[in-house]
Every structure is written in structure tokens, then in C-alpha cells.
């Protein structure tokens, strides 16, 4: 090999790529050249497994990895005869061509190949098995794959990376470099994944004007967005413009008249000094107008009424070995005369045992039940809890990728013109749906049917923006239960008592001795890390008799040593060690390994699903996979660029490489995305988060998604600081003010 400085220049078919960083298009490969195997790295953002390329650069020797050569410049060349178009074609680069198709297609036209596909596309007709149809799709993803690259290089020159344009050419096709140079801002309202910042970025290196009014009214539609996924409805409208003009910099232009150029043209709300996005101003109007209609009796409070319903619940109950309180009783009683009713408590409460005693007596009464929950496992935990099947909140209202007339992209089949059919409706853990989902679903629901919602209050609220059932709690007009005794069968749960505690703000005892509630002290980040790695691995399998797969670690943040993402990086050495027979592939910071688990962290309402062939004889099909979905990665496909992922509820889905940003490795999660989950133990490391995640709502969700042990690691001091914190549900929003307007109380 030469090592002098003078460039040398590689050509050959990339047989690998091994090594992939999607935000800069490095990658590391296997160059085939001449019979030999050359490691190329360096930036090559278009460069894919099947491509002959003509690489310019010299030889390094790396530390670790040993002899390598560090690509300067490439081009891609086109495949000069039969043998690389067969490897181009079979390597998946040409969509619906695998490698059986690509050796008939060589063995017919052979060094010619390529020109029939571009020129004489039909005559690929001419072989067995491929119909016209099928030639014009083959000549169409041809030329797309084509177009793309000549786009990718056109962005890369502008930052953008590999995986962006691959988005935004989908988005816009040939049009994009129009778009990209009329208003680079808009790219951050119409592509999923680029915000303001990489448009910002884009608009900079065209040279655009820092103090224009486009880069002014896009600062502040992404400053709203941002506050949206922090939970607001609305930003006070100086708040707003003082967050856009830290965020524009000191160049930023009039954000006052941009702000008032927005809400002239309708863009954005305003109520007094509140501002919004439309979506969610007409939202919170909507919930408030929808929950006030439906609160109305539903039965005549006719003599004798209470007596006779109290007899029937009592029978239920006796007839289901039910244990029952006055308040349960009270509880089913509201829910039958009215066609609202809210049912909150804690763990060990018996909002269970309450809710079944409502399905058996409205079952009694020969009417049609749905339920519901906002994901999967917390629909899982409700069929098991209930016996009767539950859904979650989207697929009940039949979700769909199709466009609306407004251009939104998500909407429902289920609404106003198609409601649901039942007679009663009952959502459990409430505390987790936003304001946009719970207007699809108020939407949905006939003024005819009963509506039961369920949950507790204490949990922390929804990932996205409201405070929905904190809000409809604090609104007097609705009739409402709240359950507050703990049961005989839970009195021994330490975890059910140690959480009622926090929730009312005692310190409780913390000890190594408590057999399903330890507490162990650790002072050091990396101590924890290793006795965190024991506890899976060795000790809790055995101890509470489950797989180590099923103990689940929560964090209370995402970074740092203690966070998600460490966490998951070390938890995947222990519990998924790689082997020959792993197939693996690095998207950005992550190594995903066959076997991994994983977390879907969107919604997708677009993806394709089926269920898995193992679990039942019926094939199903759909669309829709929804943050918080937790599943198994089955394969890894590095030649067709994807990821099978096997879901907890038997859904397989396949992910295109270019999609994996959609997936968390989850052996860690934070304790905000473990809402409405339930596992056999959870491990909690507490040692000094920070200070806007000490609190006791963050600590109680986490223990209580624990059904059999809670292992606590860190520190007691921080512990007693959390429990003496209230909050953190403090969030911009009006809904619960429009509540009691719309009540008339």
C-alpha cells in the first residue's frame, strides 16, 4: 500500500457499508477493487451498498481499527458491465428488483442492461414473470433513485444531511430546490424532523436576511411548537416574544410585527394576551363545548331510583366476589344516571373493581361497551384487568394518513359525521391524553352514549400539550368520584403504600430489608450503573420469578450518566451482548442490534403493520404505530435497508434505515414515557437529577409502574426532596377556565 502523500484513487463496487452517521453522511465501507477488500471512510451521504464508485484519497493507519483509506473526494460512476450491474441491481438499491430478478434481467440484455431500462423500458417485458406494469415500475425507480442522488449532492453542499434529504425530496419531489430557495422555512412546517433550526441554517447559507420578515414569523411559529411539546397550550404573548428574540439572536427584526402579521392573517390565535396556534385555541374551545353537552342525565330520577340500582350493583358484586365500599357503590350509581362521569384514585383504590362492577351492570342491561386507553400496554392492563377487550384511543377511532380538506395530515375516521356506535364509553388513564387527542375523541362520541373516563390525577400529565384531566377535575359542574381507601389484599404492598404517602407528601422508610420496596444508598453515578446491571441480569429474575427482559430501568432524564441514553448503552452489553448471528446497523448515537429492545418515541399513523404469523392463525394488517409502543427487534436487513420490529401486542412492523429515528433503545426510559405501563419490577436510579425534575408527581409515577418490586438507587436526601416538591403540572393552559365557562359555573 502507497502511505506517501500523494493521492491515490480507488475504484470498485461497495459491497458493505458497516458504519453509518446519518447527520454528516460518514460512513465507513467495503470496497470491492479488483478482487480486493478496501476499507474507504469519509463522507460519501449518496454512497450505497451496490454502487460502483471511483474513490480520490491515501491510506491512514487508525489506532483502533487499524489500515483504512480516507476518502477525499468520490463519484458515483455507473456500472460498466453485466456482472456490477447484477451486483447494483440485486443490493436492493432499485425498489421491487431483489437478486433472482436482477440475474434474469443481466441474462437477457447482459452490458446493455442499463440503457433497456432507461430507453426501452418495456421490452424488460420480455422476460418471464415481469409485466408491462412492472417494466415502468422498475424504468420509473430507476430514474427516482437518479433524481434522488442528483438531489442529495445539490443539498449536501447547503449542510443538509443525508437522511433530511432523503425526507425532503419525498416531500416536494423535483421541486425542492425551488422550495428550498423561495422560503427554507418552510421546510420546517411541511417535513417531519426538520425544525427551525436546520431551516435557519439552510436560510443562512443562501445568504438570507437574518432580520427578515419570513425568518421572524418562523422563530415564532417554532417557539410555539417548542413550547407545545413542553406540555402548553398557549405562550403570554411577552413570554412569547422575548423566548423568539433569544432565539433569533441579536439580528432578529420586528418580532412584534411579524407576531401581529400572523394573527392578521389567522395563523395564530389570540385570547387577551394568550397566544396560540389555532390547533390548539379551537381545541380547548371544542373539549370545553363537547364535555359541557354531554354532561346531562340519563335517567329520570324517579322514586326509588337510587335504591333499586344500589340492589343490582350489590348483586354484581356479590355474584364476582367483588369486595365493595360505599364510595364504589356511590361511584357505579353516578356513572349509570348520568352520561359524564369522572372516576379518579391511586393505586390499590379499586377503580378496577369499579369499573367492572359498571361493565356488569350496563352488560346487564344488554348495552354495548367500548374501551379504551392512549397505548398499547395500558390497553393490555385493561383487557387483563376488565376481560373484556380494549383498544387503544386510536385505533378505536379508526386513525388514517389521509389528508383533510385543511391539509392536516392526521385525521380520524371516527368523528362528528361517524361516531362511534356503543351505548357507553369508558377511557382509562386519561391523565396521559393531550388536548388534540381528547378532541378527536369528544369528537367521536354520540350525546346518546355514556362517557366514563378514568384515571389519576397524581400521575404526571400528558406528553403532549393540556392538562386534561387535572383541568376537568378542577371543574365542579361534572359528577366525579375520587377513591381514596386502600384494600385489604393491597394493605401489604409497600409499594401501594409507600405511593399514597408520596402523593400526600410523607417521607417514607427507605431500607435494603423491605422485600418488595428496597432502597439501596449509592453515592457514585458508575457504582449504580454496575449495581443496576446485577440487579437485571442476577438477582430480581429470580427473586420476583420473570424474565430480565420484563424488569424495566426508569430514569428521570434522558442525559447524563444516570440518564436514558447512558443507560441504554451499557444495559444492552449486558442484556444483548453482540454475536455473530446479531446482525447490527449504527443510526446517529445508536447501535441497534437484533434482539434489542426498542421504543417507538412517534406517532406514526403511516407505518404498515401485521400481525405476527406466531400468534394467530388470522393474519391482520393496518396502519398506525404510536409513541410509547414497545417491542423486539426481529431483524436487521442491511441489503433491503430495514429493521423488523416485533411489538409487545404481536404487531410486526418494518422500518426503512431512514426511519430510524422513530426508535429508542428501551431497556432505560424516563418515567414520563412509562406512563400507563405496568412491569413486574422497575429499577429507579435517584442520585441528583436535576433540579426541574425533582418532584412528586415524577417519583410517583415511577414506583407505581411496579406490580411486584421497586428498587431504588441513589440518594434519600434526594428522595424526601422530591416528595416535599408539588408539581410539575403547571402548564399554559385555558381549559379548564372554558370548562367552567361552558358549564355556566
Request: aromatic letters at 8%; charged letters at 25%.
Amino acid at each position: 500500500m502507497d502511505f506517501s502523500q500523494e493521492e491515490n484513487v480507488l475504484k470498485g463496487y461497495v459491497d458493505k457499508v458497516f458504519f453509518e452517521k446519518h447527520e454528516n453522511g460518514y460512513k465507513a465501507l467495503s470496497l470491492i477493487c479488483d478482487g480486493s477488500d478496501e476499507t474507504v471512510v469519509g463522507k460519501m451521504p449518496d454512497v450505497s451498498k451496490g454502487d460502483t464508485i471511483e474513490v480520490t484519497g491515501s491510506y491512514v493507519d487508525h489506532p483502533k481499527f487499524g489500515i483504512q483509506f480516507k476518502a477525499e473526494s468520490y463519484k458515483i460512476i455507473p456500472p460498466a458491465d453485466s456482472q456490477a450491474m447484477e451486483r447494483y441491481l440485486a443490493s436492493g438499491a432499485v425498489s421491487g428488483v431483489g437478486e433472482k430478478l436482477a440475474s434474469k434481467i443481466v441474462s437477457k440484455f447482459g452490458d446493455d442492461t442499463f440503457r433497456i431500462i432507461e430507453e426501452e423500458p418495456e421490452r424488460l417485458a420480455e422476460i418471464k414473470g415481469i409485466s408491462k406494469r412492472k417494466a415502468m415500475e422498475i424504468a420509473v425507480a430507476m430514474e427516482e433513485k437518479r433524481d434522488l442522488r442528483d438531489a442529495m449532492v445539490a443539498m449536501s453542499g447547503l449542510g443538509i444531511t443525508q437522511s433530511m434529504a432523503v425526507k425532503i425530496y419525498d416531500n416536494y419531489g423535483p421541486d425542492y430546490i425551488t422550495v428550498i430557495k423561495t422560503n427554507p422555512y418552510k421546510l420546517a412546517e411541511d417535513v417531519r424532523g426538520i425544525g427551525f433550526k436546520t431551516a435557519d441554517d439552510i436560510a443562512s447559507k443562501l445568504g438570507m436576511d437574518p432580520g427578515s420578515a419570513e425568518r421572524c414569523m418562523a422563530g415564532i411559529t417554532y417557539a410555539l411548537t417548542e413550547s407545545a411539546s413542553e406540555g402548553h397550550c398557549y405562550l403570554p404573548k411577552e413570554i412569547l416574544i422575548d423566548y423568539t428574540k433569544q432565539l433569533l439572536g441579536p439580528e432578529h427584526g420586528s418580532v412584534e410585527s411579524a407576531l401581529e402579521e400572523l394573527i392578521h392573517a389567522g395563523k395564530l390565535k389570540t385570547d387577551k394576551d394568550k397566544i396560540y396556534l389555532p390547533a390548539f385555541y379551537f381545541a380547548e374551545l371544542s373539549c370545553a363545548r363537547m364535555l359541557a353537552e354531554k354532561n346531562i342525565p340519563m335517567m329520570k330520577d324517579l322514586p326509588g331510583l337510587d335504591e333499586k340500582i344500589e340492589r343490582d350493583i350489590v348483586k354484581i358484586a356479590e355474584g364476582n366476589a367483588m369486595q365493595t365500599d360505599p364510595l364504589q357503590v356511590n361511584a357505579v350509581k353516578e356513572c349509570i344516571k348520568n352520561g359524564l362521569f369522572i372516576l379518579t384514585g391511586g393505586p390499590g383504590t379499586g377503580k378496577t373493581t369499579t369499573i367492572n362492577m359498571i361493565i356488569g351492570y350496563f352488560m346487564n342491561q344488554g348495552l354495548e361497551i367500548l374501551l379504551a386507553a392512549p397505548t398499547g400496554r395500558a390497553a393490555k392492563r385493561m383487557t387483563e384487568a376488565t376481560g373484556y377487550e380494549a383498544t387503544t384511543i386510536h385505533r378505536l377511532l379508526g386513525v388514517t394518513s389521509m389528508a383533510d380538506e385543511s391539509g392536516q395530515s392526521v385525521i380520524f375516521q371516527k368523528n362528528a359525521e361517524d361516531p362511534l356506535e356503543a351505548d357507553v364509553i369508558i377511557i382509562d388513564e386519561l391523565s396521559m391524553v393531550d388536548i388534540m387527542l381528547f378532541k378527536a375523541l369528544l369528537s367521536a362520541v354520540p350525546i346518546s352514549s355514556r362517557l366514563i373516563l378514568v384515571g389519576d390525577a397524581s400521575q404526571l400529565p400528558s406528553v403532549g400539550p393540556g392538562c386534561v384531566l387535572n383541568d376537568i377535575c378542577s371543574c365542579p359542574a361534572f359528577p366525579m368520584v375520587k377513591l381514596e381507601k386502600i384494600f385489604r389484599q393491597d394493605e401489604t404492598s409497600n409499594i401501594v403504600i409507600n405511593a399514597h404517602k408520596i402523593d400526600k407528601g410523607e417521607h417514607i422508610e427507605l431500607s435494603s430489608s423491605i422485600r418488595d420496596f428496597i432502597f439501596l444508598e449509592r453515592d457514585d453515578s458508575n457504582v449504580i450503573k454496575q449495581t443496576i446491571g446485577w440487579m437485571i441480569s442476577d438477582k430480581l429474575p429470580a427473586y420476583i420469578h420473570c424474565s430480565k427482559f420484563d424488569i424495566q430501568v426508569l430514569t428521570p432524564m434522558k442525559k447524563g450518566a444516570l440518564g436514558a441514553y447512558e443507560l441504554n448503552r451499557f444495559l444492552q452489553q449486558i442484556l444483548n451482548p453482540p454475536a455473530q448471528t446479531k446482525a447490527e446497523y449504527i443510526y446517529g448515537d445508536t447501535l441497534y442490534r437484533e434482539g434489542d429492545k426498542v421504543m417507538q418515541t412517534k406517532n406514526d399513523y403511516k407505518l404498515e403493520w401485521t400481525t405476527d404469523e406466531r400468534l394467530e392463525s388470522l393474519q391482520r394488517a393496518g396502519t398506525g404505530v404510536f409513541n410509547g409502543d414497545l417491542g423486539r427487534i426481529r431483524r436487521i436487513d442491511e441489503a433491503a435497508r430495514t429493521m423488523t420490529v416485533l411489538f409487545d401486542d404481536g404487531r410486526v412492523a418494518k422500518y426503512s434505515f431512514s426511519e430510524l429515528d422513530e426508535l429508542d433503545l428501551s431497556y432505560a426510559m424516563t418515567i414520563h414515557k412509562s406512563q400507563g405501563s405496568e412491569y413486574p419490577a422497575v429499577i429507579i436510579p435517584v442520585l441528583d437529577p436535576p433540579m426541574p425534575l425533582v418532584y412528586r408527581n415524577l417519583l410517583y409515577t415511577g414506583i407505581t409502574r411496579a406490580k411486584s418490586c421497586v428498587v431504588l438507587l441513589g440518594s434519600s436526601q434526594t428522595i424526601h426532596r422530591m416528595t416535599d416538591t408539588r408539581g410539575s403540572n403547571d402548564r399554559y393552559t385555558s381549559f379548564a377556565e372554558r370548562l367552567i365557562e361552558a358549564c355556566g359555573r
